[in-house]
């Protein structure tokens, strides 16, 4: 038996794990926030469902994180701080986050998190905490590709150039 190849949970984090599970649940908790302020500005019924989903998936995650840390003996970052609720028609319309500036936000957000997540899975040496981050990783990938299409659906999506030309051969 070699080391660290018994039960993953008996197993002690390494420092890398450690400041990846910590960095990931103080950026949960900041999302929770967050989204809490972009759900009050949202005026698009679905992009406000995905808000509340997005909001619901990173207190999840904000949940498991937590525990794990716990377990570990590791001290916590500062919590979420709830919002409370707005209704966007009080919200002036300069100071005021537009429905497709959200969703590029939140979009922007998922995609960096991906990133992140494979990162952090590439670098854990115990198979839970893997195991973990590819779970929430498969669930924004999913999350993310609701964002596309409606941003896709609205109009909101603004591609990068387009190339339609022929491929040039070089030599």
């Avoid at 599970?21 to 469902?49: F, P, R």
């Avoid at 997540?117 to 854990?124: A, D, L, P």
Wanted: glycine letters at 10%; proline letters at 6%.
């Amino acid at each position: 038996m070699g080391i660290l190849s018994g039960n993953p949970k008996d197993e002690p984090m390494h420092y890398g794990e450690v400041f990846s599970v910590w960095t990931a649940l103080l950026t949960a908790n900041s999302m929770i926030g967050g989204y809490q302020t972009l759900l009050n500005h949202a005026g698009d019924e679905k992009l406000s469902k995905l808000i509340e989903e997005s909001i619901n998936l990173a207190r999840t995650e904000a949940k498991q994180f937590e525990q794990l840390l716990k377990e570990n003996g590791v001290g916590l970052p500062p919590g979420p701080l709830e919002r409370p609720q707005a209704d966007v028609n009080s919200i002036p319309a300069g100071a005021r986050f537009q429905d497709p500036e959200i969703s590029m936000m939140i979009s922007g957000n998922i995609a960096a998190g991906l990133s992140v997540y494979s990162q952090i899975m590439g670098q854990c040496i115990r198979e839970d905490i893997a195991a973990l981050f590819m779970q929430y990783h498969t669930q924004q990938a999913a999350l993310g590709a609701r964002f596309l299409q409606l941003n896709k659906e609205n109009g909101w999506l603004i591609p990068p150039p387009l190339h339609h030309g022929e491929a040039v051969t070089i030599g």
